[in-house]
């Protein structure tokens, strides 16, 4: 697994894309996945603030890397954001 840490604007998402193609792993944007199931994250972070958020992305995460686990067997990697 690889993780892609940056300030929002700095690329991860382009950078782990292009990767994740180039070497032939999934690709996983934990942004996107927040706002498949939360909605918009700015408009989610007005409505619940900031430490509902946190805790929403911790969850997130955990879901999201249980499942990538299962990928791992066949795919042998996986790029987060």
């Given at each position: 697994m690889?993780q892609l840490v ?5 690329g991860?998402?382009?950078?782990g894309a ?6 032939g792993?999934?690709?996983?944007d934990l942004?996107?996945?927040f706002?498949?199931t ?6 989610y972070?007005e ?7 946190a805790?929403?992305?911790v969850s ?8 990538a686990?299962g ?7 996986t790029?987060?954001?």
């Amino acid at each position: 697994m690889i993780q892609l840490v940056g300030p929002g604007g700095a690329g991860k998402t382009t950078v782990g894309a292009a990767l994740a193609e180039r070497i032939g792993v999934s690709f996983v944007d934990l942004d996107a996945e927040f706002a498949a199931t939360g909605g918009d994250i700015s408009a989610y972070l007005e409505k619940r603030g900031y430490a509902a958020y946190a805790g929403r992305n911790v969850s997130l995460y955990s879901t999201t890397t249980w499942r990538a686990a299962g990928e791992r067997r066949s795919l042998g990697a996986t790029l987060w954001l």
